[in-house]
């Protein structure tokens, strides 16, 4: 099955609906799978005195809160409405993260394949058992959690009546500085869980995500932007659309070169071996009756005739007809 790559828009779009839709087109165009939003009522998402994390400080300034923010980068839901009619349109997949249960209700309503559960989400309790009840399958990132916080909230979700789950590696960082990245623990949480994993990326640049695919996930999730240059709190940490096409590209060519584990001569090779290998062949003029030896016998290209492997079982045996230097031995 080919790995799912989400193009995290998130808020991205600046509360632009215009914004979002140029999103969508790009997205398409880089050939992403899934664009995926972020959809939330401020109010009943953070307290008026909740302050911004470090990262939106830096990108976004320190003299407005959490909330102030939240309530600029909004999309209503008759924006979210026309964004799925316009990824159906366009052919690619409509998702959006609900931040709160109002969201996850009104969400539900959407033709969305899966959820997609943010880290921040993975202890809240009320919000896990609303989306669970759904029986939706459930995508849910893991940044900032321990091993314990992840298997309550799959336990929990479980018994709700949650439907398949996949667990994506994640550190919350923008940007994720590459010490901190700790792709190992995708088995890790494979390996505890017996769940699929993917990896839900915030460094910088593409080469993170193309080496989670090749250790086994099958999500990827990377924040999308048209330009690092727009103002908001993930434009910096984001890939432009020419990366994210570049990263897809790279994606779907890993996946290509893992093939199927089983050790064998490719279609694409089969057509080398004669010219690559050896056989055995003459090293002088050889009469018929004459014994092989290592005197009158060596190995040469090319492959197509009796394999060096062969060589003590040819030793002693009567040459069968004459040989000039070079000719392929046949028996």
Same mark, same amino acid.
């Given at each position: 099955?080919?790995?799912?790559?989400?193009?995290?828009?998130?808020?991205?779009?600046?509360?632009?609906?215009?914004?979002?839709?140029?999103?969508?087109?790009?997205?398409?165009?880089?050939?992403?799978?899934?664009?995926?939003?972020?959809?939330?009522?401020?109010?009943?998402?953070?307290?008026?005195?909740?302050?911004?994390?470090?990262?939106?400080?830096?990108?976004?300034?320190?003299?407005?809160?959490?909330?102030?923010?939240?309530?600029?980068?909004?999309?209503?839901?008759?924006?979210?409405?026309?964004?799925?009619?316009?990824?159906?349109?366009?052919g690619i997949g409509f998702?959006?993260?609900?931040?709160?249960?109002?969201?996850?209700?009104?969400?539900?309503?959407? /033709?969305?394949? $899966?959820?997609?559960?943010? #880290?921040?989400?993975?202890? @809240?309790?009320?919000?896990? *058992? +609303?989306?669970?009840?759904?029986?939706?399958?459930?995508?849910?990132?893991?940044?900032?959690?321990?091993?314990?916080?992840?298997?309550?909230?799959?336990?929990?979700?479980?018994?709700?009546?949650?439907?398949?789950?996949?667990?994506?590696?994640?550190?919350?960082?923008?940007?994720?500085?590459?010490?901190?990245?700790?792709?190992?623990?995708?088995?890790?949480?494979?390996?505890?869980?017996?769940?699929?994993?993917?990896?839900?990326?915030?460094?910088?640049?593409?080469?993170?995500?193309?080496?989670?695919?090749?250790?086994?996930?099958?999500?990827? /999730?990377?924040? $999308?932007?048209?330009?690092? #240059?727009?103002?908001?709190? @993930?434009?910096?940490?984001? *890939? +432009?659309?020419?990366?994210?096409?570049?990263?897809?590209?790279?994606?779907?060519?890993?996946?290509?070169?893992?093939?199927?584990g089983r050790k064998e001569?490719?279609?694409?090779?089969?057509?080398?071996?004669?010219?690559?290998?050896?056989?055995?062949?003459?090293?002088?003029?050889?009469?018929?009756?004459?014994?092989?030896?290592?005197?009158?016998?060596?190995?040469?290209?090319?492959?197509?005739?009796?394999?060096?492997?062969?060589?003590p079982n040819l030793m002693?045996?009567?040459?069968?007809?004459?040989?000039?230097?070079?000719?392929?031995?046949?028996?």
């Amino acid at each position: 099955m080919a790995v799912k790559i989400i193009a995290e828009a998130g808020v991205n779009h600046n509360g632009s609906l215009a914004l979002a839709k140029q999103m969508v087109e790009a997205a398409a165009a880089a050939k992403a799978d899934y664009i995926k939003f972020q959809t939330f009522v401020p109010k009943h998402l953070v307290a008026s005195s909740a302050q911004k994390a470090e990262y939106q400080k830096k990108t976004t300034g320190k003299h407005e809160s959490q909330l102030e923010m939240l309530e600029r980068l909004a999309l209503g839901q008759e924006g979210f409405l026309e964004l799925e009619a316009y990824c159906k349109k366009l052919g690619i997949g409509f998702l959006s993260t609900p931040f709160d249960l109002e969201s996850i209700a009104f969400l539900n309503q959407l /033709e969305m394949e $899966f959820w997609k559960l943010p #880290s921040g989400s993975v202890t @809240d309790l009320p919000y896990l *058992l +609303e989306i669970a009840k759904t029986g939706k399958p459930i995508v849910m990132s893991t940044g900032m959690c321990r091993m314990h916080e992840i298997e309550a909230a799959v336990i929990r979700m479980r018994e709700a009546g949650a439907g398949e789950i996949t667990l994506l590696h994640c550190n919350t960082e923008y940007p994720t500085p590459m010490k901190d990245v700790n792709l190992n623990a995708m088995a890790t949480l494979r390996e505890a869980f017996h769940l699929p994993v993917g990896y839900s990326d915030h460094t910088n640049g593409i080469e993170v995500a193309v080496a989670a695919v090749a250790l086994g996930a099958v999500v990827i /999730e990377k924040h $999308f932007t048209l330009s690092r #240059s727009l103002e908001g709190p @993930d434009h910096k940490a984001s *890939l +432009e659309p020419e990366e994210f096409a570049h990263m897809v590209q790279a994606i779907r060519n890993i996946e290509a070169a893992m093939g199927t584990g089983r050790k064998e001569p490719s279609k694409s090779e089969q057509k080398n071996m004669a010219a690559a290998r050896k056989s055995i062949v003459a090293k002088c003029a050889i009469r018929k009756g004459e014994r092989f030896s290592e005197q009158n016998l060596t190995t040469k290209r090319p492959g197509n005739g009796i394999s060096p492997m062969e060589w003590p079982n040819l030793m002693g045996k009567e040459s069968p007809k004459d040989f000039e230097p070079d000719d392929l031995i046949v028996l």
